[in-house]
């Protein structure tokens, strides 16, 4: 699942993702949209975040 995808079901807001993995909104906003590639230890932080709902793998397009 995309971070887009994720955030779009309303399982939290972006505000609230963004203080839980310490960056902000805006960077959220960059991740959700694919502006920017998260270092990945901040891929780690949002799959922890997501309770694995959005991985690693998804921010690279690899799926199982």
């Not at 399982?11 to 203080?19: N, P």
Request: proline share 6%; aromatic share 4%; glycine share 8%.
């Amino acid at each position: 699942m995309t971070l887009d995808e994720y955030l779009s079901k309303g399982a939290k807001t972006t505000s609230a993702l963004a203080r839980e993995v310490g960056l902000s909104p805006t960077s959220i906003w960059r991740l959700r949209h694919g502006k920017q590639m998260p270092p990945l230890e901040t891929m780690v932080k949002i799959a922890a975040a997501t309770g694995n709902a959005v991985t690693p793998n998804d921010f690279a397009g690899i799926t199982a």
